[in-house]
């Protein structure tokens, strides 16, 4: 076996048998789950505990106007002083106590919630709803209006948005969706590369603190050593990525089977509360139908060849950048200063995605998905609403020749600094070390 | 035959230079000391004959061919900064040190169980490298620079962190692969393992050679002629009337107050035996070769005060 895969089979072998890495593997799926599971379980609960409002309706216009939802009960108390209905919600009776003075139509009307607890934000908002509605049908009579009229006038507008091409090829897209992929996309490949190139640095700082490095480099080449240990950390980064995936559809298909039989009715309702939450109320227009279009809107196939591509040539630019950095590294806390200059880019990258996953065509976003310090993640931003292949080609190829460029400068770097010690280093030092022989 | 040929080698770094023209020879099956204080550029040689760094200028040759990539597992190195991988296994590791140094990993086994049982810490095996006090991760140190059975073997200080019963396991380990056919290259400041161990050394300061030879030799060469006598005789005036005639004697009091002990620095000290025997009996006579330890300090003092 050549000894760089040796290097190799060490580096990946050892990380991936460490327990942090099993702890990691179970618990990102657990995370990622979470995020769809956590909106159902608060669904189940909150449905068991219903609140009950005392209503002191001293203008009788709202008598009959609030409904019991899931979650409220409302329970009219007329003619009651609203004083006995408060020492009620203090006994405990009642949850809380609504109270709305007489009221008329050209004086702001001033209801008043009493409560020992907080009141939660959705009974909040769902009294002054009701009470809002009311008033404007109110006033729209009083000026002679049918509401009936008001209700038939309301209208809902459903924007399509249709990309074309030069050939007339129309498509739809759902700028929602693309959004919140772009986003994610970027925020994995910002992840994963701070994490996993922490993790060279670490590599390399230990092999430097522990004294081994001299030993090793006695039978093989520093470039071979740095580039193993690059390398065995990539193929850790991707079997924890595919980890993730199956146990992420492991819980998935797991959870939802639960639910499934524990609660059959809740399964489709609380399918589309975590949809709606987690994707921005995409879903609440038009449900069924349009997740199929979406669906068929992405196309999967080049956001994971992307994917692939600039996460891997990304990861390796920077894992590189930080071998050199853990290379010069005496002790940790060095680290951190060190890194500063790399950490930077990636930064700016993932601030700027905010500003590119609204606009994706725009000068900075190309600019952005061209640089090859923040082209990982700014290109991952833009993928989802379809980039020019030409584009994509180009940001790929100057990615790889940078890489390239800055794997032979930091074999440089790491060649001279991993045999340092004890020395304090300025850049102009380090900038001479390029020139060695 | 000429094992290295280390021929006019020069280093620069940017703020000095670590090799200035070096040259040595060093022959086959011996033990060859490189000598030199701190920052001579003993480890720059060192380096740059494992290729870890490459000289600016100049060639090494081993065998007479011009030192490349292929020598690598012909050498063994064993650095003055040394360490393991803290978590890993004992025996993993030394396995996958054996591996990178081009031994099959089936053979990497059955050399390191010899060398285990030799060094009694077979029970080792399976701990890790942090469980290990320093002295048991120097051994496993060595076995791995042994391991492939080198050529050439460079130890660098490989005595430090050693009790006094390992150490001497170590010196007759060294010493049994010289006497298999090994190219020893020790570089150390423990000048009483120099005399024990060397043939021939090398003494370098600010990258010169400034003392080749071999060891005997170089003793022969700053010899000073010191002849130590202790003489008994009751009557210490005797003994000084004597010495009083020549110049180039040291008189001292010995711990026993009827003996007397006389430095002579004289090629010929007949002349004086035959005068002390008169007045008493000699007890003993020895000549006193300058130690390695006295050469290094004067030879290194004096270039320092020439340049």
Redesign the interface.
């Known amino acids: ?1 050549n ?1 760089i895969g ?2 190799i089979k ?1 580096e990946y072998l ?1 990380r991936v048998r460490k327990r942090s890495f099993l702890i990691m593997t179970f618990l990102g799926p657990i995370l990622m789950a979470a995020i769809y599971i956590i909106p159902i379980m608060l669904a189940l609960n909150s449905s068991n505990e219903k609140m009950r409002i005392a209503v002191v309706d001293e203008s009788h216009w709202f008598e009959d106007r609030f409904n019991d939802t899931q979650e409220h009960t409302f329970v009219l108390m007329p003619g009651q002083p609203i004083d006995s209905v408060k020492e009620m919600v203090k006994t405990g009776i009642f949850d809380m106590a609504l109270y709305v003075p007489p009221t008329q139509l050209n004086i702001p009307s001033n209801a008043v919630v009493y409560s020992i607890r907080q009141v939660p934000m959705e009974v909040e908002t769902y009294i002054s709803n009701v009470m809002e509605k009311e008033i404007e049908d109110q006033k729209l009579m009083a000026n002679g209006v049918d509401p009936e009229i008001v209700s038939a006038v309301k209208t809902n507008v459903n924007l399509q948005i249709m990309r074309m091409d030069e050939k007339g090829n129309e498509k739809e897209t759902f700028t929602k969706v693309q959004f919140t992929l772009g986003i994610f996309l970027a925020m994995l490949v910002y992840m994963f590369i701070i994490f996993f190139g922490g993790q060279v640095m670490q590599g390399v700082a ?2 430097k603190t ?3 490095i ?7 080449k ?1 470039f071979q050593l740095m580039m193993g240990k690059v390398i065995g950390v990539s193929l850790v980064a991707l079997t924890q990525f595919v980890l993730w995936i199956l146990l992420t559809g492991v819980f998935y298909v797991g959870f939802s089977a639960y639910i499934g039989i524990s609660h059959p009715d809740m399964l489709s309702q609380g399918t589309v509360m975590a949809q709606e939450i987690s994707n921005n109320d995409i879903m609440s227009n038009e449900s069924v139908q349009s997740i199929v279009q979406i669906a068929q809107s992405i196309d999967f196939g080049t956001i994971i060849t992307c994917f692939l591509v600039f996460f891997i040539l990304g990861y390796l630019l920077y894992a590189t950048l930080y071998a050199a950095i853990g290379s010069l590294v005496d002790n940790n806390t060095d680290s951190q200063q060190f890194s500063l200059p790399i950490t930077v880019p990636l930064i700016i990258a993932i601030i700027s995605s905010f500003y590119i996953v609204n606009n994706p065509d725009s000068s900075l976003a190309v600019w952005f998905s061209m640089i090859p310090f923040t082209s990982p993640i700014s290109m991952m931003v833009r993928i989802p609403f379809g980039v020019p292949i030409w584009q994509v080609v180009v940001s790929a190829v100057i990615l790889a020749g940078t890489f390239v460029l800055m794997t032979w400068i930091a074999a440089k770097i790491y060649r001279t600094g991993i ?1 340092m ?1 004890g020395k304090k280093l300025s850049y102009k ?1 380090i900038f ?1 070390w390029l020139k ?2 | 035959m000429t094992k290295i040929t280390i021929h006019e080698v020069t280093k620069k ?2 703020d000095h230079t670590a090799l200035d023209r070096m040259c040595i020879d060093i022959p086959e099956h011996c033990i060859y000391g490189l000598l030199g204080p701190n920052g001579a550029g003993k480890t720059t040689l060192i ?1 740059i004959l ?7 200028s100049g060639q090494v040759l081993i065998d007479g061919e011009a030192l490349c990539q292929k020598h ?1 597992t012909h ?1 063994g ?3 003055e ?8 296994k004992v025996g993993e590791q030394a396995i ?2 054996a ?3 081009g031994i099959k990993k089936a053979e990497a086994q059955k050399r390191l169980k010899e060398w285990f049982d030799k060094f009694e810490i077979s029970g080792w095996w399976d701990k890790k490298v942090e469980e290990l006090s320093k002295g048991m991760q120097q051994k496993v ?1 060595f076995i ?2 042994v391991i492939h059975e080198p050529d050439i073997l460079i130890f660098d200080e490989p005595f430090s962190g050693f009790d006094p019963i390992n150490a001497n396991l170590l010196k007759e380990a060294i010493l049994n692969l010289r006497d298999k056919g090994a190219t020893i290259l020790l570089s150390t400041h423990n000048m009483a393992s120099v005399e024990e161990l060397c043939d021939s050394i090398t003494l370098i300061n600010n990258g010169k050679s400034i003392l080749q030879g071999r060891v005997n030799d170089i003793k022969r060469q700053h010899d000073t002629h010191q002849r130590e006598l202790i003489v008994r005789c009751d009557d210490f005036n005797k003994v000084m009337s004597v010495a009083d005639t020549y110049n180039n004697i040291k008189v001292e009091h010995t711990d026993l107050p009827d003996e007397t002990k006389l430095t002579l620095f004289s090629e010929s000290p007949n002349e004086l035996i035959g005068r002390l025997l008169e007045i008493g009996q000699l007890v003993s006579f020895k000549e006193v070769l300058p130690s390695m330890n006295d050469i290094f300090i004067q030879e290194v003092q004096s270039q320092n005060q020439a340049s």
């Open positions: 076996m000894k040796l290097i060490r050892t230990e092999e522990n004294r081994i001299e030993v090793i480099i006695s039978s093989v520093p045999l010690y030092e001479k060695y022989k | 770094y940017a380096r494992n290729q870890i760094t490459a000289p600016d690598i050498i190195y064993l650095p900064e040394r360490g393991l991988y803290k978590k890993m996958y040190l591996e990178l140094k140190q791995t620079t």
